[in-house]
């Protein structure tokens, strides 16, 4: 038998549902609603298994001992919960993804530090539609078109340069 009844649901319906992204909110709503059905269900029944009227049964059964019988055994009836062997499984799993977890939010940290830096470098910058050729060579050395010291045919695509080399992975796949 159930050792302990639930009173209340374990989930922080409140806190799951700020969560939940607009995209899968029907998929939220028809769990949640599927989850409240459970509970209403379980709610719904006693807490307890009634009592059997054993002396009723008793003044019934014209076979003498049978009820008795039957009561001996009721009584030792145990039905065993099953032993759980996936918990361990699981708190590995929710350590491991935690690991990844606190790993992908320092990678993240590093690169939001690296793209301030950027943004930064951006900011003081000449605004692009008040930026000349030279600026833009000051700026940014390693685009920008340099004829003296890179010069390049136009259209002034890698392809179409001197010194271009075909991949051998780009060849074969055309």
Do not use: C
């Not at 922080?12 to 549902?17: C, F, I, R, V």
Request: aromatic share 10%; no cysteine; net charge negative.
């Amino acid at each position: 038998m159930a050792s302990k009844r639930i009173a209340k649901s374990a989930i922080n319906w409140s806190e799951l549902n700020a969560r939940v992204p607009p995209h899968q909110r029907p998929q939220y709503l028809a769990f949640k609603s599927q989850s409240d059905a459970y509970l209403r269900r379980v709610l719904a029944n006693p807490e307890n298994l009634p009592q059997i009227d054993w002396s009723y049964y008793q003044q019934k059964v014209p076979v003498p001992g049978m009820v008795e019988e039957f009561k001996k055994q009721y009584g030792a009836l145990s039905i065993p919960f099953p032993p759980d062997t996936v918990s361990s499984q699981i708190d590995s799993l929710e350590k491991e993804i935690k690991n990844d977890i606190q790993k992908f939010k320092t990678e993240s940290n590093a690169r939001i530090t690296e793209y301030k830096k950027q943004l930064a470098h951006l900011a003081g910058l000449i605004p692009y539609d008040q930026m000349t050729m030279e600026d833009y060579r000051d700026a940014f050395p390693e685009d920008a078109l340099d004829p003296i010291n890179r010069p390049t045919f136009w259209p002034h695509t890698p392809e179409e340069q001197l010194d271009y080399k075909e991949d051998k992975e780009e060849a074969s796949s055309h």
